[in-house]
């Protein structure tokens, strides 16, 4: 069985305040690219994960998509499974890659060996796995809250856009950019933000991390300015970095971004 894992854009992000058990509670609303993992799984003598493509840190026993199979095996008789795992997806970006994998192992499962869990089912699973790991389950626009398992349908369609995505070639440790983050409510709703017309979002949303992330990475904030300077109608860094999207009204190439940058097109 293959299938595909897809990544993730942060459109805004409120990190709003700083729970007791050491998490952050935030806003934040969620979208699909079409920028993708591949994950095959295959019958085999025991279970083990092979990655292919990009360098993912750690060792591949510790992958998250292996901890997915040992999640759900605990509950079920799962016979043995060989995980191949193709990395497309930048590591380290706020694409939510690793997530995607995982969540995706879950849904493969379930199908796979009719194990017959609803939708509320593997997100519950899925959210032990990681924050925004739940969101892939259904994999639709989503405004999420708490620290990113909890959400709210979101009508938003950004098809008619032309979308490039900038991963500047550096990584982005999460818990280094939430310490140096200050988190505070703000006065305005980002659901209601985001249903304003997409021309005044440049002025209206904005990313918690960027901040912070910019004063460690310059080279993050230049390639913000740059896709404005192509064109760009919004930009913003997706979750805690490094990669910076940008929303386009016709498709173009950033020759410059690409001499020191990783650059997806049309996500």
Known sequence: MLAFANAKIN???NITDKRADGYHNLETAFYPLKLYDVVELLDAGHTHCM???LDVPGQNQDNICLKAYDLLSMDFNLPPQKIVLLK?????AGLGGGSSDAALVIRMLNDKFKLGLSVVQMQSYASILGADCAFFIENKPVMAYGIGNEFEDLDLDLS????VLVKAPVHVATSTAYAGVKPSRSSSSLKDLIHLPLTAWRKELKNDFEPSVFGAHPE????????YASGALFALMSGS???VYGL??????????????KVFYDV
């Open 88 to 92: 497309n997806i930048p590591v380290g």
């Open 51 to 53: 990655v292919k493509g």
């Open 248 to 261: 386009f009204t016709q498709p173009l190439k950033l020759a410059l971004l690409e001499k020191e940058n």
């Open 160 to 163: 008619s856009y032309f979308k």
């Open 241 to 243: 970095g490094s990669a």
């Open 11 to 13: 459109i805004g992000l």
């Open 220 to 227: 993050i904030e230049k390639i913000k300015e740059a896709l």
